[in-house]
């Protein structure tokens, strides 16, 4: 880098120049030939370096301009459990990707993973910001080129929601306003938004389709019901392709073993049915909690419908290829088919090898007893179905990423199978 250094008290004729990191002495007093010549020199020298540094600090970055073919996706979360997966998989598909997280969820390792996957230049680029600081996200938007976003980033767990609604309320909604603001200003013409099942409630009849009523029981399905419609009052008046995806119950991590899920410890006790599956078959914790067996089901434990990451990324895909100008679509991403608790323990007991104790407890609040998708809206509209729906496959590979990373994302250790 090139400095000046001078101090405003120094006479005129004593002040020195820093050359990359070398002193000269102003020449004048000795105004011999040669110094001149070696001024003039250095002068042009000085200009070469200064021409060449503000040509580089012009030519934008590949993430600041558009280029035919290739589609900018800013993945909002792409630290987390499902957002670094489809980070991943749009960066196979040769997509741009830009993640923006605040990794107060999730994994720098999973940024690792996928830097090392994509080293290339202007395939992917990681931005340390939070959702929540409305400047941030619009220098965001004003330096980068965006042909659509995905927005994955939220807190997202029914359990802590009933205790923290705030959080929820402004992380959520909130946030999705700043980023829905953003897209306006800045002209982005896809939005991908990552909404749930628990915008549903407790429906009465199941399976559940797009037209069941949404009314939801905890701040975290409100908060996300609340985000799809500003979103759908925005849409109004806007030329926005929008595509809102309910997931039910995400499972599973990539077959090839590069990604997980990796959530904080602390989260633990909020934690969802496969993580404490695991810890319970690690023995890291005593062993698992179900909560609630006097539900209205044939087993009286809670029914989910579980979708494995690989196919809800699949989703993604499918929904920004289809999405169209002036056009919202809403669906769900789920199987259509239920599980219940006791049944998703005996196959984590499968997949995982383990003696996995189980302790019945009454039930957790906010929770309801059963919940499973209608997904023919979305074979028909966008030929997307599910096809990773064997539940003991999915916790397969995703044990298989879990034994060998105990630590999460901190250092791997070999497997033993
Ligand atoms: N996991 C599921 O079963 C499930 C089901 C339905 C819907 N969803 C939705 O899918 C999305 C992703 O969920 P996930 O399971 O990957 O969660 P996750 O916690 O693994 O990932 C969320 C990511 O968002 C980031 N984040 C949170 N607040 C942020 C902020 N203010 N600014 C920037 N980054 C922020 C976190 O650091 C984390 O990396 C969420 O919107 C969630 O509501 C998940």
Redesign the pocket.
């Known amino acids: 880098m090139l400095s000046f250094n001078r101090t405003r008290n120094q006479p005129r004729a004593n002040r020195s120049m820093s050359l990359g990191g070398m002193d000269y002495v102003d020449p004048k007093k000795k105004s011999n030939y040669v110094g001149k010549i070696l001024m003039a020199g250095a002068l042009t020298a000085l200009c070469i370096l200064m021409l060449r540094q503000s040509t580089s600090f012009s030519t934008p970055s590949a993430f600041s301009r558009r280029e035919a073919g290739v589609t900018h996706v800013l993945v909002?979360?792409g630290?987390?459990?499902?957002?670094s997966h489809a980070a991943l998989r749009l960066l196979k598909d040769s997509h741009r990707v830009t993640i923006?997280?605040?990794?107060?969820?999730?994994n720098l390792g999973a940024i690792k993973v996928l830097q090392e996957l994509f080293p290339e230049p202007g395939r992917l680029q990681f931005l340390f910001?939070?959702?929540?600081d409305p400047k941030a996200v619009n220098k965001i938007f004003s330096e980068n080129a965006f042909d659509a976003v995905m927005h994955?980033?939220?807190?997202?767990y029914v359990g802590e929601s009933t205790l923290d609604p705030l959080k929820y309320y402004h992380?959520i909604t909130s946030?999705t306003l700043v980023v829905l603001e953003a897209m306006a200003v800045h002209g982005v013409k896809t939005l991908i938004y990552?909404?749930?099942?628990?915008t549903y409630g407790e429906p009465e009849k199941m399976p559940i389709t797009e037209e069941t009523p949404q009314i939801p029981i905890n701040p975290y399905g409100k908060a996300?019901k609340m985000a799809e419609d500003i979103i759908l009052d925005f849409h109004k008046n806007s030329k926005m392709a929008v595509m809102i995806l309910r997931?039910?119950?995400?499972i599973g991590s990539d077959p090839e073993g590069r990604l997980g899920?990796a959530?904080r410890p602390e989260l633990r006790e909020h934690g969802?049915i496969s993580g404490a599956c695991f810890d319970a078959a690690r023995e890291i914790t005593p062993g698992l909690k179900v909560r609630g067996t006097d539900y209205k089901t044939p087993d009286g434990t809670c029914i989910r419908d579980y979708i494995d990451v690989t196919d809800l990324v699949d989703a993604h895909v499918k929904a920004l290829e289809k999405a169209m100008p002036g056009k919202v679509g809403i669906y769900n991403v789920g199987t259509g088919k239920g599980k219940s608790v006791k049944e998703f323990v005996e196959a984590c007991k499968k997949a995982t090898g383990a003696t996995i104790k189980v302790e019945f407890l009454p039930r957790r609040p906010g929770d309801y007893a059963e919940v499973y998708s209608d997904p023919s809206k979305i074979l028909r509209d966008l030929n997307w179905t599910a096809k990773y729906t064997n539940l003991q496959d999915s916790l397969q590979v995703a044990w298989r990423w879990q034994k060998s990373h105990v630590n999460g994302y901190g250092p791997a250790l070999a497997t033993t199978d």
């Open positions: 909002t979360g630290a987390g459990y499902i957002g923006v997280d605040n990794l107060s969820r999730g910001a939070d959702l929540g994955f980033a939220a807190v997202a992380n946030n990552s909404s749930t099942c628990a996300k997931y039910f119950n995400v899920e959530p969802r």
